[in-house]
């Protein structure tokens, strides 16, 4: 057995798996805000009646329909425990919500946008199960680009892999015509020659863009400058915060470079004034990644205290011009407005939330006064209840997207309008119980950290693996779990939502219990030395795209905020939206979700060995980081599989 120091070692093995453990991972002029659409929908199953709505829907002259972060969560949120009801509207409800705005736009004689802010890959079934040779969310993004959207951007789970990549290039952005914007984010591709070269995801692949008498920019992924239906002119840039963890071959421009190095492609694409400018970014509209209650350096919004740099860029140029900014990436909702000539929102996770936006203009020469002036600008957010409203009374009259079937992995999974079932269900599930992070305490019975690595993850391990006799204790992120786990049948999809990514476990053996069992507090920041060192790994982490920190703290605000709505019989669970807009940015009221702290990683319970009794320490991570000299891989079994292992034995 090798030697090993035990505080010092522990700490140098600390740093070790440091590198390992990571996861992808107003109403009128008194609420300048966008309002958020809940994704609800009155149907069979789950069998829940919806609120009425709140209030009526104001109209503008522009008006724009927001989604971010959807991650594949297309067939809505099925399960029957609240908060899932709120969300059980489906990607075919919400294409029917679409038609019938723009259908009441028509009529009104407005322009309706509809717009994405990015990452539609990693986090469902439909997403992650596709078939060996596959390629994530390929299938699921030709339903995707089945809706009329007006300008989407990047995001940044759309780039951890390149052949992901590569397919949103070939066949995603095309279907775009130059509205897929990626203004800083390139891929390198071989040109009609064979040559290497890198070009925006979001250009044509080496093709003419059509309809240029409506889309006339010449460089069309860096910004889309067009013509809406009513004669008003919209210039549109799609930017992706500073991620750092994209895969060889893609690349990311810092948005400082972008707009300093970049000026003149900049410059060029905001010089002739349209009547707005809409910015699409997969970044957060508001508030530092590390302290949300102190809004001065993140992303989009604030890079410094001196202001968002795109935002500033802009208004260099047309200090009075309105703008949209619309963001994405933490998951959270939010709203701001920089001046009173802009509003920035943010549209929450998981087809959760709709996010709207009214623009209020007048008409002829009052218009073009108001909007040469410096006075604020209106921003009419109202609320609406329902993402679909009961459309018709006959099947045939219902939208085509939902009798579709959705094929999934060789299984030849399907899924219909009553019943989604992407992979059989393995097992019947916790019956009677919800497995919850963080709205069950850590470590408790119901937490679903403390079932997936105190027993899930030890089950799947042990399987067909000649040192699972041999103590160990195995950590991983917490933020590995993406969603929870709901009483009733465990499917296939279930296990993907829960933990999507694919990622190894790896070990290292022979490590005296007296080693291994300080690891897991020094990872979590056990003693004030630590701090500066975890800080620093947490930024880097959020460069990567973890935005479980950012989540957790808004949740736990919205508890700390509003707890006593709980003691409301009529209120059910759901998300209870505090920003920086005016008014009530909820269409429909809600208690907040219990919050629990939890920490950043979690392990495996000790083992009752002495001290100096050798065990194997087992840590989750990507496959490409394996390069210590004592790391060896521990088992084939992947993360992402390791629920449904364990369900097929203990959920019977």
Request: net charge negative; charged share 20%; hydrophobic share 35%.
């Amino acid at each position: 057995m090798t030697h090993y120091g035990s505080l010092a070692k522990a700490v140098q093995i600390t740093g070790t798996l440091l590198l390992y453990l990571r996861t992808r991972v107003g109403i009128s002029i008194s609420r300048a805000i966008g309002y958020y659409f809940e994704s609800y929908i009155k149907k069979s199953c789950p069998p829940h009646e919806s609120s009425p709505p709140t209030r009526p829907l104001e109209w503008g002259d522009i008006n724009i329909i927001h989604t971010t972060d959807s991650h594949g969560w297309l067939l809505g949120h099925q399960k029957p425990s609240f908060p899932e009801p709120n969300y059980s509207g489906d990607l075919g409800d919400f294409s029917s919500f679409v038609s019938h705005m723009k259908e009441i736009a028509e009529k009104r004689d407005v322009d309706l946008l509809l717009i994405d802010s990015g990452d539609l890959h990693d986090g469902t079934g439909l997403t992650d199960g596709f078939p060996a040779g596959g390629v994530d969310a390929h299938d699921a993004n030709e339903f995707f680009k089945q809706l009329p959207y007006d300008v989407l951007a990047i995001g940044n789970h759309e780039l951890y892999i390149y052949a992901n990549a590569l397919d949103m290039y070939n066949n995603f952005a095309p279907r775009f015509n130059g509205r897929y914007l990626t203004s800083n984010v390139n891929i390198t591709v071989a040109d009609k020659h064979g040559k290497s070269v890198t070009v925006p995801i979001g250009s044509e692949p080496f093709r003419e863009v059509q309809d240029a008498e409506v889309w006339f920019s010449h460089a069309p992924v860096f910004h889309a400058a067009h013509t809406v239906s009513r004669g008003r002119k919209v210039t549109s840039l799609g930017v992706l915060y500073d991620f750092t963890d994209n895969d060889h071959n893609t690349t990311v421009q810092k948005v400082e470079d972008m707009v300093k190095e970049a000026w003149m492609q900049f410059a060029d694409a905001i010089k002739e004034e349209p009547d707005i400018f809409i910015l699409v970014g997969h970044m957060p509209v508001a508030r530092d990644n590390c302290e949300p209650s102190t809004p001065t350096h993140v992303t989009l919004t604030y890079l410094s205290r001196e202001g968002p740099l795109v935002f500033n860029a802009v208004r260099a140029v047309h200090p009075h011009t309105p703008i949209i900014i619309l963001g994405g990436h933490s998951h959270v909702r939010d709203c701001l407005q920089p001046d009173g000539r802009s509003m920035s929102l943010e549209s929450g996770r998981y087809m959760e939330t709709v996010g709207g936006c009214i623009h209020a203009t007048c008409s002829g020469q009052a218009r073009q006064q108001q909007e040469s002036s410096t006075k604020n600008i209106t921003f009419s957010g109202d609320i609406w209840i329902r993402i679909a409203l009961p459309i018709s009374s006959t099947p045939a009259e219902r939208l085509e997207l939902r009798h579709l079937h959705w094929k999934l992995a060789q299984e030849g999974s399907e899924c219909s309008r009553q019943e989604i079932r992407p992979g059989l269900p393995i097992r019947d599930g916790p019956t009677g119980f919800h497995l919850s992070q963080p709205r069950s305490p850590y470590p408790s019975n119901n937490s679903l950290l403390t079932q997936f690595i105190e027993n899930a993850v030890p089950v799947a391990l042990a399987i067909n693996n000649t040192r699972a006799s041999i103590p160990s204790i195995a950590i991983t992120n917490s933020g590995s779990q993406r969603f929870d786990i709901y009483a009733g049948p465990f499917t296939k999809n279930d296990q993907l939502t829960v933990s999507p990514f694919a990622d190894a476990f790896l070990y290292i053996p022979e490590l005296p219990l007296s080693v291994a069992s300080q690891i897991l507090p020094l990872l979590n920041n056990a003693g004030a030395e630590n701090r500066r060192s975890l800080d620093e790994h947490e930024a880097e982490l959020w460069g990567r795209g973890v935005v479980d920190h950012r989540y957790r703290r808004w949740m736990e605000e919205m508890d700390r905020r509003h707890s006593e709505r709980r003691a409301a019989q009529n209120l059910t669970l759901g998300y209870v939206t505090q920003d920086s807009c005016p008014g009530i940015g909820d269409d429909i009221p809600h208690a907040p979700i219990p919050f629990n702290p939890v920490p950043d990683f979690i392990g495996s319970k000790t083992p009752d060995v002495s001290a100096d009794t050798p065990i194997d320490l087992i840590f989750r991570a990507e496959c490409e980081n394996v390069h210590a000299a004592d790391v060896q891989s521990y088992s084939p079994v992947l993360s992402n599989q390791a629920w449904g292992l364990y369900a097929q034995v203990a959920w019977n």
